[in-house]
């Protein structure tokens, strides 16, 4: 019923910038938060950042200051610019979006297949 599609991602230098895309598609009412979570080779998936439907922001401390996440809710898609790249952000990244379904109450999350990001050093 719906899917999240990433792009954007690639192999950077050290200190590069890469910008994440996510584009929901289906039968959706709305779109709560949206997110972006990293996992590394034997590591737990994490938060990377997460902006509420009204614009509110929140960054795992790893990030702030070097990542932006945005969102345009008309097209239903959510960004991450990433700038001052570092070999430890190397993951694959997740998108995620808690959607309201029409004719229900409360959202279901839903993921994407992800998108790999290489910072090399």
């Known amino acids: 019923?719906?899917?999240?599609?990433?792009?954007?991602?690639?192999?950077?230098?050290?200190?590069?910038?890469?910008?994440?895309?996510?584009?929901?598609?289906?039968?959706?009412?709305?779109?709560?938060?949206?997110?972006?979570?990293?996992?590394?080779p034997g590591k737990q998936r994490e938060l990377v950042a997460d902006i509420t439907s009204g614009g509110s922001t929140n960054y795992a401390d790893s990030v702030k200051g070097r990542f932006t996440i945005s969102r345009d809710n008309a097209k239903n898609t959510v960004y991450l610019q990433m700038n001052t790249l570092k070999p430890e952000d190397t993951a694959v990244y997740y998108c995620n979006a808690d959607v309201l379904l029409p004719g229900t109450q409360f959202g279901m999350d839903y993921w994407g297949k992800g998108t790999l990001v290489t910072v090399s050093s």
């Open 1 to 40: 019923q719906v899917q999240l599609v990433e792009s954007g991602g690639g192999l950077v230098q050290a200190g590069g910038s890469l910008r994440l895309s996510c584009a929901a598609s289906g039968t959706i009412f709305s779109i709560n938060a949206m997110g972006w979570y990293r996992q590394a």
